[in-house]
């Protein structure tokens, strides 16, 4: 086991109707001027918005606010978000939605704090070294960003999508109400299920030796998935399945998941062009590629292969041929992504072959390695996303 | 899945080394004068008291010193350390050992901040409102303390041991270095290893229904344990099985594996009365209590105790006659604490069955009943010890 520092100081407030001690929360941690920032208009219609709303109001706390966060969040609107913060002396910033409103109020919050352009954390130019604090009600199980460090931003210019994390950037409480994620569609609902599975994956899959704590720990968030994504689609308005869904949403991201190893990440980076390219939700494109890496680099590790296989998927050992085990895991996960309702291949998922060139030069590897479980070179990756273009089940 | 608050902010530093970075981390989280507290001379002959002075030294930072903390650790220490803590002007306490170091030090730590006898927070007499910050230098996986919300104190006059839980207890960091268990006598590591799994347990077994990620999660400890614990007790210089096992120390006892139900504890509270009277290792007493409970109460819910069975100890689920199954998994574990050197009856433990009316009577129940998975009133609780004082394999 590698040495790690785990540190995950959110107070996640869990349950139905949680959503009304917004206020005394955002008091807790000493608000007193509030961007209610969201997305959408559903955050209005459902109510939700106003709930927040009149919770502060009880406490006694102003509000500001900004909507229309989009999917794929944009750095033209955390530039707005700024700006105004800024001009209204907000001191938190309270993030109403699913991973793309945290996101950008992530942004938002180290932006405010410092004096150049805030690309400058996503280009490397700067590092993130305060932030206002901030905090969530969440309405969709997915991104996990409601407990992790990390916030990805998409710049409209070029449509370029990249990723960084602070340990300052954590939410400093995430309220976590499963009811209002009763009235997603079931495609985002599956989209949500598949970004939560993807991030234990991107954890699963590491060099590191001997951490069987970290593995075991993985496969619990991976099983339940298995159990509760199919269940929810079925019947969206399952509370526990929600429940145990969302949960299961934030453990596989605050890297309770992660710790101790090397870990790959590399079905992120590759998806991440494909959602920036053509701007579809991150959890159908990672239901397009990551089965699709998996294929190519299971024999890497056939062994490992075997016990995501068996462990999670309930596939029997075959122990004279551990690579058919192997394949069969891997295509088990391909089939359970399709039955909850994701695409598996670039036709389903409306991206073409022709742009695979496109994709890998954006990725900007040059003649170097991607590092994870395997080290990918531009050939790997190619090879990896014509796989993705041609898979079936 | 019941509504919950989980809230874990302590920042974990783990792995080989990790302790010469105590001084930073103490200037990090704002201690100028510390209480260093200890229990017997091991940390010290280790050179373990050594190196956390050396590392405070360089950070600048001032500090005086307790040691003697026994195990049940006793409140008589606690008013010596408290005395001291007012008179030296300590403003951080640092734990350096293990679950009863930690508890001593947290009992500490919220007495100092108290008019009264601290003993009021044990008797429900005063709540813990405020405390000096503290933080953990670990050297032995067992109770958790170093991540928990809880405390236990013996008060010497009459061995009554006591718990209680505040989240203002919880440790600001804690240094989680495995190597520094591997000199451990084996009888102590598999007490380490038996308590650790009775936390799971005591969550484990829950009326709550459709809690499918705390299940799992709780799976995945009790899996890690099964395969490290008879591993390290082979093997004590192994460092990856001690690191498995120190972490999932952790992870059995911040409640990330019991969030959204009910949990049980009945062992925990019928162990604290045969630690209480006879001195025994607390985790010892728990090898001895805890499947005896598993064997008095799982009619209550025999496929529950099925899926300990077949998830956890491997058994196969016996359709036609479930019962068996239960039985097997509770007799399985019985074995797995006997082959890592546990006791697991009262001949065993140094415990005696005509002590039993007295035990009963320490625990308190009079006409009422204990709470959790089964209620137990005074002929069930004996009737379990009377399962203890006569457990075989």
Not at 44 to 63: H, N, P
Not at 269 to 290: F, P, Q, R
Request: with cysteine; charged share 20%; aromatic share 10%.
């Amino acid at each position: 086991m590698e040495n790690f520092n785990f540190y995950s100081p959110t107070e996640f407030v869990f349950g139905k109707g949680r959503a009304a001690e917004t206020g005394s929360f955002v008091k807790k941690y000493g608000g007193t001027k509030v961007l209610i920032h969201y997305g959408g208009g559903s955050a209005v219609k459902s109510g939700l918005i106003g709930a927040v709303k009149k919770s502060l109001d009880e406490a006694g706390i102003a509000y500001c606010e900004l909507g229309g966060v989009q999917p794929n969040p944009r750095d033209t609107l955390v530039y707005k978000g700024i700006d105004l913060c800024r001009s209204e002396g907000v001191d938190f910033i309270l993030a109403v939605g699913g991973g793309s409103v945290i996101d950008s109020s992530k942004a938002i919050a180290a932006g405010v704090c410092y004096d150049g352009d805030f690309w400058d954390f996503f280009t490397g130019i700067a590092e993130v070294k305060n932030a206002l604090p901030l905090a969530v009600v969440l309405t969709i199980a997915a991104a996990g960003s409601e407990g992790s460090r990390s916030c990805v931003i998409t710049k409209e210019d070029g449509m370029l999508k990249r990723g960084i994390g602070y340990e300052i950037l954590r939410s400093k409480f995430s309220i976590m109400d499963p009811a209002l994620t009763q009235t997603l569609p079931a495609y985002q609902t599956a989209c949500g299920c598949t970004d939560i599975m993807a991030h234990v994956f991107e954890r699963y899959f590491t060099n590191t030796k001997e951490v069987e704590i970290t593995d075991r720990l993985c496969e619990a968030v991976l099983l339940t998935m298995v159990k509760e994504a199919p269940r929810v689609i079925a019947d969206p308005d399952n509370y526990d399945a929600r429940a145990n869904i969302m949960w299961a949403g934030m453990v596989a991201h605050n890297n309770i998941v992660g710790v101790g190893r090397q870990q790959d990440w590399n079905s992120h980076g590759l998806e991440h062009e494909l959602s920036g390219l053509y701007d579809v939700a991150h959890g159908a494109g990672l239901a397009v590629i990551m089965p699709s890496w998996m294929q190519y680099v299971y024999k890497h590790n056939v062994l490992r292969f075997c016990q995501m296989a068996t462990r999670v998927f309930g596939c029997q050992m075959n122990f004279e041929n551990p690579e058919a085990t192997a394949v069969e895991g891997i295509q088990r996960f391909r089939s359970f992504l399709h039955g909850i309702g994701m695409p598996i291949n670039f036709a389903e998922l409306g991206a073409k072959e022709e742009d695979i060139p496109a994709l890998v030069e954006k990725l900007g590897i040059g003649d170097g390695k991607l590092g994870g479980f395997m080290e990918l070179d531009k050939n790997d990756v190619t090879e990896i996303y014509r796989i993705a273009a041609h898979a079936s089940l």
